[in-house]
């Protein structure tokens, strides 16, 4: 079955503090991988795209990375701020003419003085 | 910027009431998507639709319908709203050629 999996569910951090956060998933043929940010009620704000070659993408002090041997990929968060407070949403797209997405359940992150 | 405009945030209906959410985009997608995210369980595919009048089941399309008349628009529609379909809703576009896929800010609805 064609899953997603991040962890942790949730997670508080001191501003300042860096952290990582993990999406594990069984969608196969692989297609992309993309982060999501979502504050809470809004809708959700693309961060990262990754492909099947890229192995690191950054976006400012959020930087992915993608290992598609083992399936795995995570954000790491640098210097936190408090406005990065949210949801964090894995999201990975099937290859083939199926191409669907499957997302994750979200990582909640807050970040506290 | 690309901007996805969902004209209702936040809606009460009654049971058994017809409801509408509408979808507008600004950059000629044509792709649009309405999906549905509950608490612990992701964003969940409700109907797409890759061009004007055309439209695909997602995973949850029970109780639910579309429509396509302009590419710019695609509405959801409730024919008749019931309890567990209170949740936040949320229209989405992309184009052909593109990855990235731009959100609305979601419209809450509650049914009672």
């Known amino acids: 079955k064609n899953q997603v999996e991040q962890s942790p569910q949730s997670l508080i951090i001191l501003e300042g503090k860096n952290c990582t956060l993990q999406c594990n998933y069984t969608v196969s043929p692989f297609s992309n991988l993309r982060w999501y940010k979502q504050d809470t009620g809004r809708g959700p704000v693309s961060l990262t795209i990754?492909?099947?070659?890229?192995n690191t993408k950054s976006n400012g002090r959020y930087t992915a990375t993608l290992d598609a041997d083992t399936k795995q990929s995570s954000l790491h968060i640098t210097a936190s701020q408090l406005s990065d407070s949210a949801s964090y949403i894995c999201?990975?797209?099937?290859?083939?003419?199926?191409?669907?997405?499957?997302f994750g359940t979200g990582t909640r992150l807050q970040v506290t003085l | 910027d690309v901007k996805v405009t969902q004209s209702s945030r936040y809606l009460v209906k009654r049971t058994g009431e017809k409801v509408f959410l509408e979808c507008v985009q600004d950059?000629?997608?044509?792709?649009m998507f309405w999906y549905r995210q509950d608490p612990g369980l992701g964003l969940r595919l409700i109907y797409f639709?890759?061009?004007?009048?055309?439209?695909e089941k997602g995973d949850i399309p029970e109780g639910y319908s579309v429509s396509r008349e302009k590419k710019e628009r695609f509405s959801l529609i409730l024919e008749s709203a019931s309890t567990n379909q209170t949740s936040m809703y949320l229209c989405a576009s992309r184009g052909q050629s593109r990855h990235t896929i731009y959100f609305g800010e979601g419209s809450w609805l509650t049914v009672v």
């Open positions: 999201v990975v797209r099937r290859g083939g003419t199926a191409s669907k997405l499957t």
């Open positions: 990754m492909t099947f070659s890229e």
């Open positions: 950059m000629d997608h044509e792709n």
């Open positions: 639709s890759y061009d004007v009048k055309m439209k």
